[in-house]
Every structure is written in structure tokens, then in C-alpha cells.
T-cell receptor, first 111, second 115 residues
Framework: DGGITQSPKYLFRKEGQNVTLSCEQN?????MYWYRQDPGQGLRLIYY???????QKGDIAEGYSVSREKKESFPLTVTSAQKNPTAFYLC??????????FGSGTRLTVV | KQEVTQIPAALSVPEGENLVLNCSFT??????LQWFRQDPGKGLTSLLLIQSSQREQTSGRLNASLDKSSGRSTLYIAASQPGDSATYLCAVRLDYGGSQGNLIFGKGTKLSVKP
């Protein structure tokens, strides 16, 4: 079945450490997105990519980085520059102009 | 700047009741609108997608309507069940692609259906 796979489901980060969240889709969608969800804040866009080898900053890109080397993959790195990384991270994809499909999310906690 | 508002933030109803969730947006020039469901600790599940040229979409017990001129959408749930308990999110897309193609979300309505 087609869908979006996010891994890991839970991730723990030590202070000063970079961590990478994986997002893979087999829907043949052009566009992919990363959102951050905090209690009471709703979903906020971190980065998005509409084609391979191109990506754009969203509303809260500071402290994060991405790559889009393959159509199927859009990994997100949470760097040590992100001072408050504890959150629920959601990856999504969509064909142009159509609805979004979301993954099951990764919960990141700083320890 | 487009803003999406969902009222109420939380709703509790007895099982079997028909209910309406509301979504409003400030700029009527949207491309489409999508309703999602989110269970605790889970990702978002798409429920219905309404293109700007459409007035409503239906799926089973769910019906979503869109009134662009008034900047409103409603999600109607018929004969609610405890399994419908979740947070329901509304999101609008302003354009086909580019930065305007990104979804803008409301903060959701948390629904609890009591047996």
C-alpha cells in the first residue's frame, strides 16, 4: 500500500547533538513537507520541497536542515542550534494542487 | 495573512448525536480546503478535500461544506460514535503550488463522544 513512513517513532536527543528524522513516501508525490506540532500551538511549517534538489524554508526553519536528493525521501535534521526541539514532528506529501497525506509522526524529546 | 480559526476548541456530546464542527478563514481566495482527524499521539488522517469550485463533499457519515464567500466550512458528523473521539483539524491551501500551496491549519476541535 502507498503511504508515508516516518522513523523512528520516538527519538531522544542529548544537549548539543544533531539528530535526523526520516521520511519516505511511495506515493510518487512531487511535494513534501515537514511540520512541527506543539500543544496549543497547532501545526507549524518547518521546510517544504516541491521538486528534487530544491527546498524552501517555512515559518520556523531556524535550527533545522533538510535535503531532497530523491523524490521519495525528505529527511529532517534537528541541529544543536534548535534550542527547544522537544515536539511532535510530522512529514507530509502531496501531488500538485491536491490533498496532503501525512505520516504517523516522530516524537522527539531532549534528555 | 490567511488565518484559520476553529470553534469550539473542545466539544463533548452523547453518543448518537449529530454534530457540526466549524472552520473559518480570513481570505476567501482559497484553492482548496481539507479536513483531517488526529488521534492522540498519531499522525493526521485526511477525511475530506473540497476544491474551491465545490460546495460539499461526503464520505460515509461525514459531510463537509464550503462557503468561500463567507469564509466558512463546516464538518457534519451524523450519528456520532465513541470511535469518532479525536481532534479534527481544518486546513486551507491558497494556490496550486509555490509558497501559496502550503496548507494553513486551524488549531483544531477536540471532540469527545460519550457512550
Amino acid at each position: 500500500d502507498g503511504g508515508i513512513t516516518q522513523s523512528p517513532k520516538y527519538l531522544f536527543r542529548k544537549e548539543g547533538q544533531n539528530v535526523t528524522l526520516s521520511c519516505e513516501q511511495n506515493l510518487n508525490h512531487d511535494a513534501m513537507y515537514w511540520y512541527r506540532q506543539d500543544p496549543g500551538q497547532g501545526l507549524r511549517l518547518i521546510y517544504y520541497s516541491q521538486i528534487v534538489n530544491d527546498f524552501q524554508k517555512g515559518d520556523i526553519a531556524e535550527g533545522y536542515s533538510v535535503s531532497r536528493e530523491k523524490k521519495e525521501s525528505f529527511p529532517l535534521t534537528v541541529t544543536s542550534a534548535q534550542k527547544n526541539p522537544t515536539a511532535f514532528y510530522l512529514c507530509a506529501s502531496s501531488p500538485r494542487g491536491r490533498g496532503y497525506t501525512f505520516g504517523s509522526g516522530t516524537r522527539l524529546t531532549v534528555v | 495573512k490567511q488565518e484559520v480559526t476553529q470553534i469550539p476548541a473542545a466539544l463533548s456530546v452523547p453518543e448518537g448525536e449529530n454534530l457540526v464542527l466549524n472552520c473559518s478563514f480570513t481570505d476567501s481566495a482559497i484553492y482548496n480546503l481539507q479536513w483531517f482527524r488526529q488521534d492522540p499521539g498519531k499522525g493526521l488522517t485526511s477525511l475530506l478535500l473540497i476544491q474551491s469550485s465545490q460546495r460539499e463533499q461526503t464520505s460515509g457519515r461525514l459531510n463537509a461544506s464550503l462557503d468561500k464567500s463567507s469564509g466558512r466550512s463546516t464538518l457534519y458528523i451524523a450519528a456520532s460514535q465513541p470511535g469518532d473521539s479525536a481532534t479534527y483539524l481544518c486546513a486551507v491551501r491558497l494556490d496550486y503550488g509555490g509558497s501559496q500551496g502550503n496548507l494553513i491549519f486551524g488549531k483544531g476541535t477536540k471532540l469527545s463522544v460519550k457512550p
